[in-house]
């Protein structure tokens, strides 16, 4: 089953609601556009789970950008066999007549249909009343009011789905006049009866408009696209307007009947009424307003979740550092009396993998308040606030979206460059998303925050997100006036959500599938990390300087790579061996860059005993050598490096595959010298001021 709908229509909201944590986020097959899918129990003996899909939200199935471009794949361009046994439409109660062109487009395909009803409570606020049982004689599907956010009519949702299920029923064309009605026909038949392949391979109607409508279609015959083309003219001809085409005729025949279709089914005002939401809306979105608002939100997003999670990660790091090491120690030995095993459990994964998780209660409580910004409807207006912004980058406002998403995680962010049709508008957003930062630099930031800056932590953590979205633009403007001369300018279409209180349930379900991602791609990046570091740790870096496991890390093949790296940081600040392991594991994952922190500190001096938990001292002895005193200049440069430069290797794999090798390389470059540069910048102007 397939949920089908127009942007911000609640479709993603039902989704969450039907397969609650049932759910997997993925590319679909032969595609490299990711979408959520699930299983969804609708009840009822013997009912087996309906796998249920979210396709992105789109405004027709004639695509302008990839992800539109899956609607169309799912339910056009496949053999029956392969099209979904049921679509679900999400239909706005309070945009209806906006919506229902794609619904026309849909029930061109044939599919059996079922069409939800949402934001009915949005619509009664503005005086608007549809009334479901002559919206679903008017479009010939079953029609049921859904509140997936209150959880209600889901349960005579599930009976319609079982019921369609059961006795399928091809859904029946929206009628387009009866002109139009007789060349669709007229086509369709000839294609039944004279193309049979083409036939079973895609919907014989929905071939049939696309052909007369002009679209290209390189399966189809030259003798077939004459026809059609004939057929286009006479249409034109009987309409009695030479000056119009077939696939205005078209257009203005769906628009007919979506304007039908309201008429019978919608009561509503003569004016329309000013809502709360409009009247916030002028000041969120206002011009002058609208801007330092949306940077006055995310300071307090950062200086929360740092003041917030400071008592809770110092508990969960002493409990790491105590009872599991203990614990530890008493299963597998103790690493000062010898043995790989106690060395690879307790110095490697306990304390490598015990700093990362005492970072959950940080990522937890900020994926908790950026959820509450996103169900409350904000974060819309910060793309339109925003629009402006990208214009001077030469990128229309859709693209702050992704921008969003990097701050999340980049990966996600370069998929969903996707929403933009045009290719170079792609390009070039994909070669400045690397320039955000995402949550795994939150957690170094926060740590080096911490211990250098005391009760400034969290204004110097928002200062570095400031810092990433200065270098976006700084990077797009070079990049566009160098490599992307020719890109278009496009027109914002966004659609404003109302604003609604967020759910319980919702933040929780949004912020245990961020925190679970979160912790699977980390925890398996930083265990395989953690295992390297200390096996290249343990191995001597020559003769006479112990055995395997019997050696220190600044004596280990590790401690020699990490000084053969670390001069090339000494006009930044923290050309020191310490400083430069971390980065080199920060390449592959900056989940890995804390664990590193840990297990060099704790490893440096087998007999010293330094404790997982207990960086402090040891992060400020390091700055203070290898900046000559200049410390704070010193973690500024580093954390400003570590912000710039390559996010990690699965990064650089997303990059391949949306920008090709060539961008990805010159992406690669790039990071690296602005990183470098940035950081020089920073500690030699910081020395001197200092």
């Not at 001809?237 to 919608?266: C, I, K, S, T």
């Not at 005002?269 to 801007?291: H, I, K, Q, Y």
């Not at 957690?443 to 990433?468: I, K």
């Not at 001369?485 to 961020?514: C, F, H, K, N």
Request: aromatic share 8%; hydrophobic share 50%; glycine share 10%.
């Amino acid at each position: 089953m397939a949920l089908v709908g127009n942007p911000n229509t609640g479709k993603s909201t039902l989704f969450n609601a039907l397969t609650g944590a049932r759910q997997r986020v993925g590319n679909w097959p032969g595609k490299t556009v990711e979408v959520a899918s699930g299983s969804w129990r609708t009840g009822g003996e013997g009912a087996a789970p309906v796998a249920l899909v979210d396709l992105p939200g789109t405004y027709s199935l004639v695509p302008r950008s990839p992800d539109e471009a899956l609607a169309r794949d799912l339910l056009v361009d496949r053999a029956a066999q392969g099209r979904p046994h049921l679509v679900v439409f999400t239909l706005d109660a309070a945009n209806l007549a906006r919506n229902l062109y794609l619904l026309a487009q849909v029930k061109d395909t044939g599919v059996p249909l079922i069409v939800a009803l949402t934001m009915t409570d949005t619509a009664a606020a503005r005086g608007i009343e549809v009334d479901p049982q002559a919206l679903s004689e008017a479009v010939d599907a079953p029609v049921v009011p859904v509140l997936p956010r209150e959880r209600k009519g889901l349960d005579t949702l599930a009976t319609a789905v079982r019921d369609a299920l059961a006795e399928p029923r091809p859904c029946p064309a929206a009628d387009l006049g009866a002109v139009v009605e007789d060349a669709v026909r007229g086509l369709a038949d000839h294609i039944s009866s004279e193309e049979p392949e083409l036939a079973a391979r895609h919907p014989v109607r929905w071939t049939a408009v696309s052909l007369l409508s002009g679209d290209e279609a390189p399966s189809v015959r030259g003798a077939l696209r004459e026809a059609a083309a004939a057929r286009a003219r006479t249409l034109v001809g009987e309409n009695g307007a030479p000056h119009e085409d077939a696939e205005l005729l078209l257009a203005e025949g769906r628009y007919l009947w979506a304007h039908r279709v309201h008429a019978a089914a919608v009561r509503g005002p003569a004016e329309s009424r000013t809502t709360w939401t409009d009247r916030v809306d002028r000041v969120l979105t206002s011009r002058w307003a609208g801007l330092p608002l949306f940077l006055g939100v995310m300071w307090a997003i950062f200086q929360a979740t740092t003041t917030l999670a400071k008592p809770l990660q110092d508990g969960l790091q002493g409990f790491l550092s105590g009872p599991v090491t203990s614990l530890a120690v008493g299963l597998v030995g103790d690493p000062d009396q010898g043995g790989w095993l106690p060395g690879l459990v307790v110095d490697g994964l306990v304390g490598g993998v015990g700093q990362l998780l005492s970072f959950v209660p940080l990522m937890a409580i900020m994926y908790v308040l950026l959820a509450l910004l996103e169900d409350s409807g904000y974060f819309a207006r910060a793309a339109f606030v925003a629009d402006r912004l990208m214009r001077v980058l030469g990128l229309p406002g859709q693209a702050f979206l992704p921008l969003i998403v990097g701050f999340g995680c980049n990966v996600p962010a370069l998929s969903a460059s996707r929403v933009l049709s045009n290719r170079q508008h792609r390009l070039l957003l994909g070669m400045v998303i690397p320039f955000v930062t995402c949550s795994a630099r939150l957690t170094v930031y926060v740590l080096l925050a911490g211990v250098f800056f005391g009760s400034s932590a969290g204004t110097v953590v928002f200062l570095m997100y400031v810092l990433s979205i200065v270098l976006v633009v700084v990077m797009g403007l070079a990049l566009r006036r160098v490599l992307f001369r020719d890109s278009a300018r496009e027109p914002l279409i966004l659609e404003l959500p109302p604003y609604r209180m967020p759910t319980l349930r919702g933040v929780l379900l949004q912020t245990w599938q961020r925190l679970a991602g979160f912790l699977r791609t980390a925890g398996g990046i930083v265990v395989v990390t953690v295992t390297a570091v200390w096996l290249l740790s343990s191995v001597p870096a020559g003769s006479g300087k112990g055995g395997f496991g019997g050696v220190s890390v600044a004596q280990s093949l590790f401690g020699a790579l990490a000084r053969c790296i670390a001069p090339v940081f000494s006009w930044a600040g923290f050309g020191e061996w310490h400083a430069s392991a971390t980065l080199v594991t920060g390449f592959v994952a900056k989940e890995a860059v804390i664990s590193t922190m840990a297990q060099t500190y704790q490893t440096a001096d087998v007999d010293g005993g330094a404790q997982p938990g207990a960086l402090g001292p040891q992060l400020r002895a390091t700055f203070e050598h290898a900046s000559g005193g200049h410390t704070l200049p010193a973690v500024l440069a580093f954390m400003v490096f570590l912000l710039a430069y390559t996010p990690c290797m699965t990064t650089i794999a997303a990059q391949r595959t949306e920008i090709g090798n060539k961008l990805t390389a010159v992406s690669f470059v790039l990071q690296l010298a602005v990183a470098w540069a940035l950081a020089v910048l920073v500690f030699q102007v910081g020395s001197l001021i200092a």
